[in-house]
Nanobody, 124 residues
């Protein structure tokens, strides 16, 4: 069993930056990928970024590529999502999720453990 706790959300102006954190606790050997997803009001949950737990592999949705960076701190079991050049359309609740065996990192149903989410609002 894993527990994931997100933090770092908030209100930011367009063009600003935020860094989200996802702390993973429990039996950390059980998962092989961490993904960040987001869900805006009235919209489906969408994938944002993904990182392998054991390899130097990361990927991004086209809507955030070049603006967001995902990294992991293995010593502290934490995955970060550095978000820059934020736009109003980035407004959403952001969730991190851990998957034990994930073949399609963009498929939210493939993940086994989820955090409660953190709100990001981009507005002037």
């Amino acid at each position: 069993q894993l527990q994931l706790v997100e933090s770092g959300g908030g209100l930011v102006q367009p063009g600003g930056s935020l860094r989200l954190s996802c702390v993973v606790s429990g039996t950390t050997l059980e998962y092989n990928v961490i993904g960040w997803f987001r869900q805006a009001p009235g919209k489906e949950r969408e994938g944002v970024s993904w990182i392998s737990r054991t390899e130097d592999l990361a990927n991004y949705a086209s809507s955030v590529k070049g603006r967001f960076t995902i990294t992991r701190d293995d010593a502290n079991n934490t995955v970060y999502l550095q978000m820059g050049s934020l736009k109003p359309e980035d407004t959403a609740v952001y969730y991190c999720a851990a998957g034990i065996w994930v073949y399609d990192v963009t498929d939210a149903s493939a993940y086994d453990f989820w955090g409660q989410g953190t709100q990001v609002t981009v507005s002037s």
